[in-house]
């Protein structure tokens, strides 16, 4: 089992930044991928990056090439997102999730935390 609990969520003017962490528990858990999710209000849960084990390889969505970063620090067993230039359709709950390998497809990740809320206005 990984428990995953995320944080750094919160409200954020439009044009600025937000690092949001998700500090992972549970056994072996530095050896899963990891990535990040999102869900807008009325919208289906969307992927926004994902990173491999060994933080080597990452993948990213259309929409966050550029603005979004996917990092980690297994010796925290903490992955993070950070986010620049934000934008109000930005606004969402965004998930951690864990898988054996990073990849765009929800259905493949096994665990997930609460969420937290990123708000951007305008």
């Known amino acids: 089992q990984v428990q995953l609990v995320e944080s750094g969520g919160g409200l954020v003017q439009a044009g600025g930044s937000l690092r949001l962490s998700c500090a992972a528990s549970g056994r072996t858990s530095s050896s899963y991928a990891m990535a990040w999710f999102r869900q807008a209000p009325g919208k289906e849960r969307d992927f926004v990056a994902a990173i491999s084990w060994s933080g080597a390889r990452t993948v990213y969505a259309d929409s966050a090439k550029g603005r979004l970063t996917i990092s980690r620090d297994n010796a925290k067993n903490t992955v993070y997102l950070q986010m620049n230039s934000l934008k109000p359709e930005d606004t969402a709950v965004y998930y951690c999730?864990?898988?054996?390998?990073?990849?765009?497809?929800?259905?493949?990740?096994?665990?997930w935390g609460q969420g937290t809320q990123v708000t951007v206005s305008s």
């Open positions: 999730a864990a898988a054996y390998r990073a990849t765009m497809e929800e259905r493949r990740y096994d665990y």
